[in-house]
């Protein structure tokens, strides 16, 4: 069971990146699959998740999200994306994908609770700077 993450790079403020989340050994599908990121000195900030659902997906977004992030599934490629629009220097950090046990949600927003058997993988490098 892996996942390996890509699509980081080197931006500029107001452009907009799609990450990808490429999971081998198990179905995206019938697992929920999150994405956070660790800034230099930060802690890890959980920003979206994309839940096991027999139909269509259910999403979940950090409070912070505020619609410039948005989580999808290709089923069929088995992976993950997140988007990242009208990016800023703050975005700046290391992105990584969870395969988690499930979306952990407090008042319908996303928080980051990494559990001992949960698989990330090694993040993509994204830096924001003109």
């Known amino acids: 069971v892996q996942v390996m993450e890509s699509g980081g790079g080197f931006m500029k403020p107001g452009s907009s990146l799609r990450l990808s989340c490429a999971a081998s050994g198990f179905r995206v599908e019938d697992s929920a699959i999150g994405w956070f990121r660790q800034a230099p000195g930060q802690e890890r900030e959980g920003i979206a998740c994309i839940s096991n659902n027999d139909g269509p997906a259910t999403t979940y977004y950090a409070r912070f999200v505020k619609g410039r992030f948005t989580i999808s599934r290709d089923n069929a490629k088995n992976t993950v994306y997140l988007q990242i629009d009208t990016l800023k220097p703050d975005d700046t950090a290391v992105y990584y994908c969870?395969?988690?046990?499930?979306?952990?949600?407090?008042?319908?927003?996303?928080?980051?609770?990494?559990?001992?058997?949960?698989?990330w993988g090694q993040g993509t490098q994204v830096t924001v700077s003109s």
């Open positions: 969870v395969r988690e046990e499930l979306c952990s949600v407090w008042g319908g927003n996303y928080f980051l609770d990494l559990r001992p058997d949960d698989v």
